[in-house]
């Protein structure tokens, strides 16, 4: 039944600060420095055992051995420069990768701790970038030239065999792609390599097909496009062993420096050099060899190739999630999805947040509109487990993430009155019944019969205690129903039609780990956490609706799960 695939890579880390005194960085600005430090391995993930608070000095400490990595000044603190950092385009490998690691950080080149025992590598393309339309060959040679550069500087050798049995396969990949690793679209992570190993999937590299990857190695600024030569070299350098590296000038650089030249005259960055050579060694000249150039297999001549620069799609900007107001919040199989505009975020049943940073809803469902602008209400409908999107006069069904042939229906079909939008929908945990909402009124459906119950519209009134034009309404795996709208939510228990005393409270400080977002309510309820009057401490732990999570999918762990 449940067939919804994993999404995106980090936990968000609870971070516990006393309200924003002068000086402190907004809240916004906190929870995407928190996201990228952990995602990036500057910050452990939660523990889920002891609910592990971020502290402030622990943010500190990480920020500075960023800025460290990064070659910017340390100064600890998450300024405009550290954030553009962020924001630059990379490789999605974590920089710190454990935390032992993480105290014997060397300035050198570092390894991953995994290398091949043999030095005779074998490599193959599965698939070739299908918007950038850089033609195959092309593809190909750029690769090979990559592989080349690692060759020459040590004892290895590459020889492209095609087929799935190669140890090094090629792949050209969006979004979700069958490795738990999905990819973000255009811009941020480009590409990600496995460490070598045993498992099929070690040494595999992995292009995100939605940058527009090009060929141009004369450009000298970055823009129009990203240069696959250059992405290359860096990914293979993690396929055999290497890990990220701070030396400024190092190919192993976790930040997309832009084009490094023609392929066929590449040499690597000495820092890297040294590095290969001290997995593998270095190249063994043969009796009568004059030069340590092994001839190389024919390949065609890349300085005869054009230069390729199509032209780059524009990335939708993502919303914020501290200011709520959310378009559509559903409860599917268990799961939270909060939606907002072209996005969403996804809480798991143990109440952690997949992500901070929200997922684009069009790569999840496929089969919405092109044009969607904001989805009105979502809801698993009862009787199949269906997914049912309403956007304006229209619904979408969907089977787990694809969309069934004949969507999208009119909601007339339902049985509502013409010009009608339902703005909120659930089913309503106390009865199993559907309940949809516009503005001041409501319906109560029947979803085996698929049609509205007579009797209906009756006014939201009847449910004490919340106003009219909510954004949307759950029921909860704790019995509880949900309303939202704006920044506030109201809790209903069980059966009752009147909304809990205590609510409204802040929906980014219970359900989207914004610390620090205003209180909706003056008396924190029992699972709202405490705050001491003077704001030096903190109990953070009550500031998520429940304990955090039980499992360990901190995805970026990959060097070792799949070791
Ligand atoms: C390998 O490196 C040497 C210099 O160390 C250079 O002369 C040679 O052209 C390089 N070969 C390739 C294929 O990069
Ligand atoms: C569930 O109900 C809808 C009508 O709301 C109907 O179209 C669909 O076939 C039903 N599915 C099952 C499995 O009964
Ligand atoms: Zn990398
Ligand atoms: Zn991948």
């Known amino acids: 039944m449940l067939r919804l695939p994993a999404l995106w890579l980090g936990l968000g880390t609870l971070l516990c600060l006393p309200h924003s005194p002068a000086g402190r960085p907004s809240t916004q600005r906190l929870s995407k420095g928190v996201d990228w430090l952990t995602r990036y391995g500057y910050l452990p993930p939660p523990d889920p055992m002891q609910a592990r608070l971020q502290t402030e000095e622990g943010l500190h400490d990480a920020v500075r051995m960023m800025q460290k990595f990064a070659g910017l000044q340390e100064t600890g603190i998450l300024d405009d420069r550290t954030l553009a950092m962020m924001d630059q385009p990379r490789c999605s490998l974590p920089d710190i990768i454990g935390t032992s690691e993480l105290m014997r950080r060397r300035k050198r080149y570092a390894h991953s701790g995994s290398v091949w025992p043999v030095k005779e590598l074998t490599w193959s393309v599965r698939s070739y970038p299908q918007a950038s339309g850089l033609p195959r060959d092309h593809v190909r040679t750029l690769l090979f030239y990559a592989l080349q550069a690692w060759a020459n500087a040590s004892a290895l050798s590459f020889r492209e065999a095609p087929g799935a049995g190669a140890d090094i396969l090629v792949q050209f990949s969006r979004s979700f792609h069958e490795d738990g690793y999905p990819f973000d679209g255009p811009g941020s992570t480009l590409a990600h390599a496995f460490f070598p190993g045993e498992h099929p999937i070690s040494g595999d590299t992995h292009f995100d097909?939605?940058?527009?990857?090009?060929?141009?190695?004369?450009?000298?600024?970055?823009?129009?496009?990203?240069?696959?030569?250059?992405?290359?070299?860096?990914?293979?350098?993690?396929?055999?062993?290497?890990a990220h590296s701070s030396t400024k000038g190092s190919i192993m650089m976790p930040y997309y420096q832009g084009p490094v030249g023609l392929p066929h005259l590449y040499r690597l960055p000495p820092d890297d050099a040294l590095g290969i050579q001290t997995l593998y060694g270095r190249r063994q000249l043969h009796p009568g060899e004059d030069s340590p150039a092994r001839p190389i297999p024919t390949q065609p001549r890349i300085p005869d190739l054009p230069p390729h620069r199509p032209t780059q799609q524009p990335r939708p900007p993502a919303p914020d999630r501290c200011q709520a107001h959310f378009d559509a919040i559903a409860n599917i199989r268990g799961e939270v999805f909060f939606f907002k505009k072209k996005h969403f975020w996804r809480m798991q049943p143990a109440?952690?947040?997949?992500?901070?940073?929200?997922?684009?809803?069009?790569?999840?469902?496929?089969?919405?509109?092109?044009?969607?602008?904001?989805?009105?209400?979502?809801?698993?409908?009862?009787?199949?487990s269906k997914i049912i999107f309403f956007i304006g006069q229209h619904f979408w069904v969907f089977t787990d993430t694809r969309v069934d042939p004949g969507s999208p229906r009119p909601i007339t079909d339902l049985g509502l009155p013409e010009g009608v939008t339902v703005e909120a929908a659930f089913v309503w945990g106390h009865n199993g019944k559907t309940y949809l909402f516009e503005s001041s009124h409501y319906w109560r459906f029947d979803d085996r019969a698929g049609n509205v119950e007579p009797g209906y519209p009756r006014p939201v009134t009847l449910w004490k205690g919340v106003p009219a034009g909510l954004d949307d309404i759950i029921s909860w795996n704790d019995g509880s129903t949900y309303f939202f709208k704006g920044t506030q939510y109201w809790r209903f228990l069980g059966g009752s039609v009147e909304a809990e005393s205590g609510y409204p409270r802040s929906a980014p400080q219970d359900w989207m780990y914004c610390p620090g977002s205003p209180t909706a309510s003056p008396a924190p309820g029992p699972r709202g956490g405490s705050r001491e009057p003077g704001g030096g401490q903190c109990l953070c732990s009550g500031a998520l609706p429940g304990p955090l999570p039980a499992f360990l999918t901190w995805a970026l762990a990959l060097a070792w799960a799949l070791r």
Request: charged share 20%; proline share 6%.
């Open 209 to 242: 097909d939605e940058e527009t990857w090009i060929y141009d190695p004369q450009a000298t600024q970055q823009g129009g496009g990203t240069d696959l030569f250059a992405v290359a070299v860096h990914e293979f350098g993690h396929a055999l062993g290497l």
């Open 351 to 384: 109440r952690n947040l997949v992500s901070l940073e929200p997922a684009q809803t069009q790569r999840f469902w496929m089969g919405l509109p092109p044009d969607l602008g904001a989805i009105d209400a979502v809801y698993e409908r009862s009787n199949d």
